[in-house]
C-alpha cells in the first residue's frame, strides 16, 4: 500500500498516534500537508522543540522547548476540529514519565476525536509501555518517477542537454538518496564539471559511500574492472550482456522482472571476484562487499540484527551489487559452531530474503567448495543462475595472457608468443598465471633488462598449480559441474588428470 493511501486509512480510523521514522523530515512534511489538503480537510499544526509551533498565527510559538506543553494544545482545542499534531524529533522525549503519561492520557481523547498525533524522527524509539499506542508508518526513500521529476526539474533550471540514456543512469545511481542529498551532490556535480555527463555517475556512487561508511559490516569498493578483463567464460560473460540494462525503467515498464544473483562456484583464482568487481563497473552500480566475518556478533541476537541492518542498508541503496566472498566459509553446512542456533537463525534470514526481496540488490556469491553448502543455498529460486568457472582451456589462457601482459607492456605486449605460454600453462588459474608474468618481471629487472616470453615460461615451470596440489578437490568439483545440475562459464571444462 502506498504512503498517502495507508496514512489516510489511519486518520479515517483513527489511530491516535502515528510514528513516522525518516530521515527526510521536510519531504514528508510537504507530502503529507499536499495529502490533506487534497484528500481531508485536516488542519496541520507543526511542532519542534526550538520554536514550538510554527505556521499558525495564533499560536506562534506556543511550546517552544516544552514538549508537555506541546501537548497540552491538542486538549485545548475543540473536540470538533479536525487536526493532524506534526511532532519533530518528539521520539527523544517518549522515556521521559511525564509525556509517555500524557501520550496515555491524550490517546482516550484522540480516539473519540478527529485529531492525530504524527511524530517525525530519524531513529525508531519507541518505550516498551507506549508500543501498543503508537503505530509504525513507512516512509520510502523517494521512489523512481519522483527521483525522474526531481531532476527534470533540476536539467531544465540549468539549462542542460541530457540524453535519455544518461538520464536513466542518472536516475538509477540517485536511488537510495533523499531528494535532498540528491540536490545538494547535483550541485557538486555542476561545480565540478560545468555539465551533466557520464563522469557524474562516479560522484553519485561515491555520495553513497557516505552511507555505507556508517556500518561496519558492508565495505563500499570503488571498482574500474571490465567484463573484458575477464579471460575466457563467454558463456557468462553472454549472460551478463543481456541483463546489464535490466534495472532501468525501460525494462520495468516492459514488465521485466529485476536480476536476484548469481552464485560462481569454481576453483580459487577463476576469476570469481574479479567478475563481481566487474558487473558493479559494467552496470555502473555500487559495489557493497559483505565481511562475514563481522556478521557473526557474540551477543546472543546480535548476528541477527547485524544481519537486518546489512539488508537495510543494501536495499537502501539499491539498485546495487551485494558481493558475498566466499559463502561457503559463512555457511557451512559440516560446521557445528556450537553457537545455540545462531548461525542457522542467521542462514534462515538470508535464505528468505533471497527468496522474497523485491528491492533490485543484485546478490553475487562466491564459492570454492559447493559441499558445504547448505541445498537451501544452491536451490532454484535463491539465485538466477549458478555458474561453474574452471581452469581455463587454452585458448582462454592465451586470452588471459595478453590481458595481464597488456596491462603491464602496453606497448609492446604483441611481441610475445602466446601460443607457446598457453601451451606451458595448462592447469593454471587467471590468477596463476598473471603470478607467472610477475615473477617473471622480477627475475629480469634484477638482471636489468627487459622480460621476454623465456622468462614467462621459465617461471611457469617453477610454479606448481593449485590443480596438482589439490588434484582430489579438483576432480570432484569438476564432475559436480559436469553432471548438468550448473551452468558453465566456458563452452568446455579443462579437465584435471
Known sequence: MKFNDEL?????????????????????????????????????????????????????GFGKRNPLQALELIERLTAETPAVFL???????????????????????????????????????????????????QF????????????TRLIKSLNI?????????????????????????????????KTINNDSISILLSEKKQIISQTEILEYWSVNEKITNIGGV????????????????????YGLPTPRGLLLVGIQGTGK?????????????????????????????????????????????SPCILWIDEIDKAFNNNDSRGDSGTSNRVLATFISWLSEKTKPVFVVATANNVDVLP?????????????FLDLPQKQEREQIFKIHIQEFRPNTWKSFDYDKLAELSNLFSGAE??????????????????????????????LIPLAQLENTQMLKLQSWASSGRIRLASSKSNKVK
Request: hydrophobic share 40%; glycine share 4%.
Open 8 to 60: 489516510t486509512l489511519l486518520l479515517k480510523a483513527r489511530y491516535p498516534i502515528i510514528y513516522i521514522n525518516t530521515i527526510e523530515e521536510d519531504r514528508v512534511e510537504f507530502v503529507i500537508r499536499k495529502h490533506l489538503k487534497n484528500k481531508l480537510n485536516r488542519s496541520i499544526y507543526s511542532w519542534d522543540f526550538v520554536d514550538g509551533y510554527t505556521n499558525n498565527p495564533n499560536n506562534e
Open 87 to 137: 511532532l519533530k524529533d518528539f521520539n527523544r522525549f517518549l522515556n521521559d514519565i511525564s509525556i509517555s503519561r500524557k501520550l496515555k492520557n491524550i490517546s482516550r481523547v484522540l480516539k473519540l476525536q478527529p485529531k492525530t498525533i504524527i511524530i517525525i524522527g530519524s531513529d525508531l524509539n519507541i518505550p516498551n509501555e507506549l508500543q501498543d499506542l503508537i503505530t509504525l508508518l
Open 140 to 151: 520510502e526513500l523517494p521512489l523512481e518517477n519522483e527521483i525522474d521529476q526531481e531532476l
Open 161 to 193: 542537454e541530457v540524453d535519455s540514456e544518461l538520464f536513466e543512469s542518472l536516475i538509477r545511481a540517485c536511488q537510495g538518496l533523499s531528494l535532498e542529498r540528491i540536490r545538494r551532490v547535483l550541485s557538486k556535480i555542476i561545480a565540478t564539471y
Open 234 to 253: 563467454p558463456n557468462l560473460k553472454d549472460w551478463l550482456k543481456k541483463r546489464k540494462t535490466s534495472f532501468g525503467i525501460q525494462a520495468s515498464n
Open 273 to 317: 571476484s574479479l567478475t563481481a568487481k566487474a558487473i558493479a563497473n559494467e552496470w555502473q552500480l555500487p559495489l557493497l562487499k559483505l565481511d562475514v566475518g563481522k556478521l557473526f556478533g557474540g551477543i546472543v541476537g546480535e548476528s541477527e540484527s547485524r544481519l537486518r541492518q546489512m539488508i537495510n542498508v543494501a536495499e537502501t541503496l
Open 375 to 387: 541445498l537451501e543455498i544452491i536451490r532454484k529460486g535463491r539465485f538466477d543462475e549458478i555458474f
Open 433 to 462: 598465471i598473471r603470478q607467472s608474468i610477475v615473477e617473471a618481471m622480477y627475475h629480469a629487472f634484477y638482471e636489468e633488462r627487459e622480460f621476454t616470453t623465456d622468462d614467462i615460461c621459465e617461471a611457469l615451470q617453477e
